[in-house]
T-cell receptor, first 115, second 111 residues
Framework: GAGVSQSPSNKVTEKGKDVELRCDPI?????LYWYRQSLGQGLEFLIY????????KSGLPSDRFSAERTGGSVSTLTIQRTQQEDSAVYLC?????????????FGEGSRLTVL | RKEVEQDPGPFNVPEGATVAFNCTYS??????FFWYRQDCRKEPKLLMS???SGNEDGRFTAQLNRASQYISLLIRDSKLSDSATYLC????????????FGTGTRLTIIP
């Protein structure tokens, strides 16, 4: 499809396990963002990429969280040793950054539940 | 102080009424401002940008007050389909591409 694709759409894991969440942005979009949203809460910024580099990773909650982007395209968000407070919907968004239109195109999210 | 603050609501408004939301931001160097809309269990989508001179898009009017650091959204002749959560979004200073979202204002239009 032409939109932002995220996988898995749902992930249930046990506390202490590692998880990987994948984001496939819209083709040609140079900027890629990760946010998370807990139930009834706003979007919490995690990290953004411009190409393969991450100018701002200030939102990553702890060193258990890491993200990478390869080939200026697909990004993976990795959470090590998951905790129950990591349960949330992880949203990826991309934008075409020639002009700062502020229009982010979001994927449908990966819902993570840590038991 | 949060970077972006909104009244969470809920706002329950009869169909056809006019409703307004405000949002305040803390970083005076913020460059760009937007309103997003998020339907229940869906991803956010851009509703409109907010320009210094104010701007309209049909029934929606957005305004920016840089001196007081607030943004507003006005919805006229509200429709049932306007029921959603409205998110105020602010960028950083020039060159900072991070977009900070408010927690959102929940609006329900009542028939």
């Amino acid at each position: 499809g032409a939109g932002v694709s995220q996988s898995p759409s749902n992930k249930v894991t046990e506390k202490g396990k590692d998880v990987e969440l994948r984001c496939d942005p819209i083709s040609g979009h140079t900027a890629l963002y990760w946010y998370r949203q807990s139930l009834g809460q706003g979007l919490e910024f995690l990290i953004y990429f411009q190409g393969n580099s991450a100018p701002d990773k200030s939102g990553l909650p702890s060193d258990r969280f890491s993200a990478e982007r390869t080939g200026g395209s697909v990004s993976t968000l990795t959470i090590q040793r998951t905790q129950q407070e990591d349960s949330a919907v992880y949203l990826c968004a991309s934008s075409f950054r020639q002009v700062n239109t502020g229009e982010l195109f979001f994927g449908e999210g990966s819902r993570l539940t840590v038991l | 102080r949060k970077e972006v603050e909104q009244d969470p609501g809920p706002f329950n408004v009869p169909e056809g009424a006019t409703v307004a939301f405000n949002c305040t931001y803390s970083n005076s160097a913020s460059q760009s401002f937007f309103w997003y809309r998020q339907d229940c269990r869906k991803e956010p989508k851009l509703l409109m940008s907010v320009y210094s001179s104010g701007n309209e898009d049909g029934r929606f009017t957005a305004q920016l007050n840089r001196a007081s650091q607030y943004i507003s959204l006005l919805i006229r002749d509200s429709k049932l389909s306007d029921s959603a959560t409205y998110l105020c979004v602010v960028t950083g200073a020039f060159g900072n591409e991070k977009l900070t979202f408010g927690t959102g204002t929940r609006l329900t239009i009542i028939p």
